[in-house]
């Protein structure tokens, strides 16, 4: 009997300028690529400012994807900031709208943000909602709340398994070992968080571990939870 | 006009007078392009569509490029530069405005050049006055154009809207699907447009964001071949002649002399720009892979005809179609100048429904779709999106439904 193969994800990141999250969908991404997966990130944005709303998307699959652009109808949503759900900066109303059956939310909040509307409409539809306070765990390790996006990943990976730890680490390397030619607010914000650590490979172990310790959690958290990926049955 | 065409050969004309095997820049070797484009080995890579117009320049033996910034092909213009650093292209200045570059652009192409240059949106607007008077110049500047919005309220998200005001400044005008058509044509197109028969310049359009934002896998060559240097010799018209046309007629323009040889001068010389145009399909075979347009499932009763991402948004469409047990065919418009007027009609031809899905609100492409087709009530324009607004593949699986009289709920879902 062969493994069960997942079907295609498509993750929608919301979060605010700065914060990394078309970074986090390349990273996503990328890894997929290395695991001889298909897969496509591409950003949305407005002119780019700090703390305005930011949206990337990761599609990742078994087979050829065209699809692009906005996210509508995802399998995985990931909010990077409490101000997407409490403020409003998402470019859909409410920051859920589109999820499919069986989807899964993971917020980046040590609160519960969600009215009681919320939590009933994504029951109905049987969405799990995962809340992961990402910043903190990356001041803990990182020390700079510029490893949020790190986290995030992780947390992510570790409830879907899209892709694994060994082709992440390869994909950071990819973008952060090497020259990287990016838009002026990118980097900005690289050179800022390069600035923080005497070496590159300082920078990349303190990535890693955020994105280690994330997993952990959320794999932790999955097994307790109704939340399984979509997956074809092969014979 | 605006006839089909066989190829005679699938290669690539190459002046005699460039030495295949000579060192290019930085040490690459001059390569035959029907070597380098179709013989030679590819490794896949995971790239931006940014980065990959500046894998393409590196390989294009380029002799200026010209850059000014404007989002979303800022980091392409840029890339370019870090190129010129490296020593992979001779000249790279910097633009006072879109207007300014295009001029620029045409000084050097005048000059003998190799010229590529990249723009978007309002920017392509800005520079406009000069595309015709580049066609007209018979000058072949390559411009990467990655569409966006132009029309208020502004918007810097994709929208095709800007291609249909190049349609007629007697332009080649492409327009990409993915990076790696992007690629492709970047490379080939140069060597479509410096045909002696063609010389035009080339607008190759993609959709910002969607392809230039966007990773994607791309099989490029190795990075030690390069094209063969422009040969500023073909030019069917004199360089920077003050006595001979073009320049002849830009530095004494008829418009100072309304007579008869005026407008008969013009209109001939304008017939000519258009009949290059139409010459350029016997060159741009080889580099789409043969046609103009490509087929899927053609003999279905239910098309969609495309270009650029909405191909790719059709192409998943179809995939949610035939879950539910609907079938529908593809066809993808490679070259909207010229036009593959022949190809499409003989694609739809048993087609009893066509659908047009589109980026910009207009809906210029189902209308130059309804001009060439006999029975074009067939055609359906849309659906359309605009003003950076995607189409999720759901979009054109709805309408197609609405056109077919079937019941959806597939939007109920958003919110």
Known sequence: ?235 | MNKKVEPKSNKILVSESVNLGEEGLKGQKVTDPNVMMFESEREPNFLTGSEVIKAAIKRANLDVMIAYPITPQSEAAALIGELFAEGYVREYFRGESEFAVMSQCAGAAFGGARVFTTTAGPGTLRAMENFPMWAGSRLPIQVCVTCRGINSPLSIQPDTLEMAYLLETGMLVWHAETAQDLYDWILGGFMVSEQPDVHLPLALCCDGFFVTHTKDTVMLQGEEMCLPRYDPYRSPVPCMDMECPPIRMMRDPFIMKSNYISYMTHASWQQEIHAAVERSRKHTLPIMNGSLIDTENVDREILIVASGTAVSQGREAIRLLEEEGIKVGLVKIKSIRPFPTEEVREATANAKTIFVPEFNIRGWLAREIKAILPNNERVIAGPHVAGGMTMPSEVIVEEIKKGLGIKSATMDRRG
């Not at chain 1, 306070?133 to 992510?156: F, Y």
């Not at chain 1, 398994?161 to 070992?177: C, H, N, T, Y």
Request: hydrophobic letters at 40%.
């Open chain 1, 1 to 235: 009997m062969s493994e069960p193969v997942m079907k295609r994800m498509n993750i929608r990141i919301s979060g605010l300028g700065g914060q990394g999250a078309v970074t986090a969908a390349h990273l996503l991404a990328m890894a997929a690529n290395k695991m001889g997966k298909y897969s496509i990130s591409n950003p949305f944005f407005g002119a780019e400012k700090r703390m305005a709303p930011a949206e990337s998307y990761a599609r990742i699959g078994p087979e050829k994807i065209y699809d692009r652009g906005e996210l509508v109808f995802p399998d995985v949503i990931m909010i990077f900031h409490p101000q997407v759900i409490t403020m409003q900066k998402s470019y859909t109303a409410p920051f859920y709208s589109g999820i499919k059956k069986g989807g899964l939310v993971i917020i980046n909040s040590d609160a519960d943000l969600l009215t009681a509307e919320d939590h009933k409409r994504l029951e109905d539809d049987n969405v799990s909602v995962y809340c992961i306070d990402a910043t903190t765990l990356a001041l803990e390790i990182g020390k700079t709340e510029l490893s949020t996006n790190m986290a995030m990943i992780g947390a992510c990976m570790g409830a879907t398994k899209v892709v694994d730890l060994p082709s992440m680490e390869e994909a950071l390397q990819d973008r952060f070992g090497k020259k990287y030619v990016a838009s002026g607010g990118t980097a900005t914000l690289d050179e800022a968080i390069k600035k923080k650590y005497a070496k590159k490979e300082q920078l990349l172990q303190a990535n890693n571990d955020a994105i280690k310790r994330a997993y952990a959690m959320s794999d932790e958290w999955v097994k307790g939870s109704s939340y399984a990926p979509a997956v074809y049955e092969t014979a």
